[in-house]
């Protein structure tokens, strides 16, 4: 059984309908508008409801109209309220992202900055029309009216260079965050030793590629490579030595690949590459020149030269494969066939 008043027999809140017609708000008010935005953006985090321009809108309606009454029904109680305001609607339930709620929120903090900066105008305005009024105000009775009326501006005027040094600390706040959330974002899908992609944004890479590829885009090729004795490299010269040749490794198959080609280490001294638009047979080739580059490189270590070498097994998209698991299957059997070869 409903408990609350439904919003529908409700008259439009006040906050609201001065926020649309442009309206300066007063000291209270702007206490009372700080606290609807609070209050909603708690209740749309804990509820996992992405605060969309539409979604944020939507439900400022509904928090505009309680918090003004004074109260604040529980989340149920409101979810409820707005399936009965919203009938043609449901409440989001895609689960909350951080990165998009973050430009919500800055667009929003721009957008009561403008309102701040447009209510500091209007009242600059009214302030100057009072002022003129003043001095011939003085000479009625309604004077104390007047001077008090001016009073109240000045105070709106004050509260409103508040609430815009506010916002403004906010907006630093969020441009911080998105820093943060960018840099984070890319040591989440980069390797820390090598500085390529890591196996898991490689894999999310290749599977829209093969995705993309049966809808009618361009084929692909798919290479393996991995460096022959590493277990011996690390267990003879140690752990250090051998992260040294994973960076020079990576190294060197970068600066032979061409920039829209993916380079990412697929797990301890394997790599993988992905050639958007190549045939098998630019993938061999371009294989066979990535190995030649690695076994040219001169690596010394207390005065010996350490020799290192590839091997390697490429695959096309082309090549009848059902999904991404067959490719990478075939690329690393033939990587391990082409080893056995070199062994032989």
């Given at each position: 059984m409903i408990k609350y008043k439904p919003i529908k027999h409700m008259k439009e809140c006040k906050?609201?309908?001065?926020?649309?017609?442009?309206?300066?708000?007063?000291?209270?008010?702007?206490k009372l508008l700080g606290n609807i935005i609070r209050e909603e953006l708690k209740f749309l985090l804990r509820n996992n409801i992405l605060p969309t321009p539409k979604n944020y809108e939507r439900w400022f309606f509904v928090f505009c109209h309680y918090l003004e009454e004074g109260r604040l029904p529980s989340d149920a109680e409101l979810i409820e309220v707005y399936h009965e305001l919203y009938k043609d609607e449901k409440v989001s339930e895609v689960k909350f992202d951080l990165e998009t709620t973050l430009e919500v929120v800055a667009r929003l903090v721009e957008d009561f900055h403008k309102l701040i900066k447009e209510q500091g105008e209007f009242v600059k305005v009214k302030e100057a029309e009072l002022s003129s009024l003043e001095t011939e105000a003085l000479k009625t009775e309604l004077a104390p009216i007047l001077m008090e009326l001016l009073m109240h501006i000045k105070d709106i005027k004050a509260q409103n260079q508040a609430f815009l040094r506010k916002i403004e600390e906010q907006q630093k706040t969020i441009k911080e965050l998105k820093t943060k959330l960018e840099k984070a974002e890319t040591e989440?899908?980069?390797d820390y030793l090598t500085n390529t992609f890591n196996r898991r944004s490689f894999e999310r890479a290749l599977k829209e590629a093969f995705e993309?590829?049966?809808?009618g885009a361009s084929p692909f090729a798919l290479i393996f490579l991995d460096i022959d004795g590493f277990k011996f490299i690390n267990d003879t010269y140690g752990h250090s030595v051998g992260d040294i040749i994973l960076k020079r490794v990576a190294y060197a198959l970068r600066q032979n690949l061409r920039a829209r080609d993916i380079l990412a280490r697929w797990g301890g001294d394997e790599f993988a590459v992905l050639m958007p638009g190549a045939d098998k047979g630019t993938a061999v080739k371009v294989a066979e020149r990535l190995r030649e580059a690695v076994e040219a490189m001169e690596i010394k270590y207390e005065g010996k030269s350490l020799s290192i070498s590839l091997s390697y097994g490429a695959v096309h998209v082309q090549e009848g494969f059902n999904s991404v698991e067959e490719m990478v299957k075939e690329a690393d059997r033939l990587m391990y066939e082409y080893k056995k070869?070199?062994?032989g």
């Open positions: 906050i609201h309908l001065k926020l649309r017609r442009g309206l300066p708000l007063e000291d209270r008010e702007v989440a899908n980069l993309e590829y049966r809808k070869k070199k062994k």
